[in-house]
């Protein structure tokens, strides 16, 4: 059976913040990195269901929080998709200084979105997995920022989000909301090299994406909400399945290399 621990992790990124994270270390070369919703942190499900099943394949996986979110450092934005995309960066930048091998990127809600756009830019992760992300992301605002939200921020620069008891949880500037209605989740998908592969379960533009990206694979859950509440191993399942499936390729392609090498090496001899 697989030795597992857990360590806590702080990773400073590019604007001097401090990201805290969660390690469940299996010993394994590859590691898989999960990224959190909107409003939400690394101690949430699916994020914790899904490091435990990584860990017990023998897969290390990190849970982290973005700046201004959990028990990281910053100050919360409502946007900040392009951001949260440079605080992916940075993690895994600090890992791969330690010899790791990022095989998967997984985001779930908006972490989806992160990932995509993450990857989109930077194109060096093999796999990158989308769990319930927004493909048209000027929907679904209105539900809580409230009707003729534009206009109210054009006037007064802001908006304050309070929950249903009237209590004050997060503001919306209009540079943070502009963020979001200018961040292209078509270009995006566009933009990611035909030989990363994707994944993303369920969510109403789960078909969006399926048109525009690549070398897809789309997998739906039936009767699931948001966070999977009711079925969290079978999520768990698909999304361990498909980092199985990568890490089989790499190593038959790696196989096949050393099997090429060697009969390049017995021919020279010959």
């Given at each position: 059976?697989?030795?597992?621990?857990?360590?806590?992790?702080?990773?400073?990124?590019?604007?001097?913040?401090?990201?805290?994270g969660i390690?469940?270390?299996?010993?394994?070369?590859?590691?898989?990195?999960?990224?959190?919703?909107?409003?939400?942190?690394?101690?949430?499900?699916?994020?914790?269901?899904?490091?435990?099943?990584?860990?017990?394949?023998?897969?290390?996986?990190?849970?982290?929080?973005?700046?201004?979110?959990?028990?990281?450092?910053?100050?919360?934005?409502?946007?900040?998709?392009?951001?949260?995309?440079?605080?992916?960066?940075?993690?895994?930048?600090?890992?791969?200084?330690?010899?790791?091998?990022?095989?998967?990127?997984?985001?779930?809600?908006?972490?989806?979105?992160?990932?995509?756009?993450?990857?989109?830019?930077?194109?060096?992760?093999?796999?990158?997995?989308?769990?319930?992300?927004?493909?048209?992301?000027?929907?679904?605002?209105?539900?809580?920022?409230?009707?003729?939200?534009?206009?109210?921020?054009?006037?007064?620069?802001?908006?304050?989000?309070t929950n249903?008891?009237?209590?004050?949880?997060?503001?919306?500037?209009?540079?943070?909301?502009?963020?979001?209605?200018?961040?292209?989740?078509?270009?995006?998908?566009?933009?990611?090299?035909?030989?990363?592969?994707?994944?993303?379960?369920?969510?109403?533009?789960?078909?969006?994406?399926?048109?525009?990206?690549?070398?897809?694979?789309?997998?739906?859950?039936?009767?699931?909400?948001?966070?999977?509440?009711?079925?969290?191993?079978?999520?768990?399942?698909?999304?361990?399945?498909?980092?199985?499936?990568?890490?089989?390729?790499?190593?038959?392609?790696?196989?096949?290399?050393s099997c090429?090498?060697?009969?390049?090496?017995?021919?020279?001899?010959?």
């Amino acid at each position: 059976m697989t030795s597992v621990e857990e360590r806590r992790i702080v990773i400073r990124n590019d604007h001097g913040e401090n990201l805290v994270g969660i390690l469940r270390e299996t010993g394994s070369k590859d590691l898989v990195i999960i990224c959190h919703g909107f409003q939400s942190k690394k101690e949430r499900i699916p994020m914790v269901t899904l490091a435990t099943t990584l860990g017990r394949e023998g897969i290390s996986a990190f849970r982290f929080d973005f700046a201004g979110n959990g028990e990281s450092e910053g100050s919360f934005m409502y946007g900040n998709y392009r951001r949260e995309a440079e605080d992916l960066r940075a993690v895994i930048r600090h890992f791969r200084k330690n010899q790791r091998l990022i095989t998967a990127i997984v985001g779930h809600s908006k972490g989806g979105n992160v990932v995509l756009l993450y990857a989109s830019k930077y194109n060096d992760v093999p796999t990158v997995i989308n769990i319930s992300g927004r493909f048209h992301l000027e929907k679904g605002m209105e539900g809580r920022l409230g009707k003729d939200f534009l206009q109210r921020i054009k006037q007064n620069g802001f908006i304050d989000v309070t929950n249903r008891k009237g209590q004050f949880e997060y503001r919306v500037t209009q540079e943070s909301l502009m963020d979001r209605l200018t961040t292209d989740t078509r270009a995006a998908c566009l933009s990611i090299d035909q030989n990363c592969r994707d994944k993303i379960v369920p969510a109403k533009d789960a078909l969006e994406f399926a048109r525009f990206i690549r070398n897809h694979k789309l997998h739906i859950i039936e009767g699931a909400d948001h966070e999977y509440t009711a079925h969290q191993d079978e999520l768990a399942t698909v999304v361990l399945d498909f980092v199985k499936a990568v890490r089989e390729d790499r190593n038959t392609a790696e196989l096949l290399q050393s099997c090429e090498r060697a009969v390049n090496f017995i021919k020279a001899r010959i």
